[in-house]
């Protein structure tokens, strides 16, 4: 197996109510292996955009998979998930 290193960047536009963030998990540990108290938050900017970069250790042998949720912005682990991303995975 050879694993590859990647620099994932995202950037999304989308309005979140006061106190909501979004979050974004998947099938990798850097994602938290679908366990959304592990799960990255991304960093709100002007104009309701959302971005994270995080770095990516994966093997070309499985998909990279990962969904967006909204959460509350200090408690995303107690699984108070306000709403999933809707269709498959990415």
């Not at 955009?49 to 509350?72: C, G, M, R, S």
Request: proline share 4%.
């Amino acid at each position: 197996m050879c694993l590859f290193n990647f620099c994932i960047f995202f950037k999304i536009n989308y309005r979140c109510n006061h106190g909501e963030s979004l979050y974004i998990t998947g099938n990798t540990s850097a994602l938290g292996n679908w366990d959304p108290s592990h799960a990255l938050r991304l960093s709100w900017k002007e104009g309701h955009n959302w971005e994270i970069q995080f770095k990516l250790k994966h093997d070309n042998t499985k998909l990279f998979e990962y969904k967006f949720f909204v959460a509350p912005t200090n408690n995303p682990c107690n699984c108070n998930i306000v709403r999933w991303e809707s269709g498959p995975n990415h």
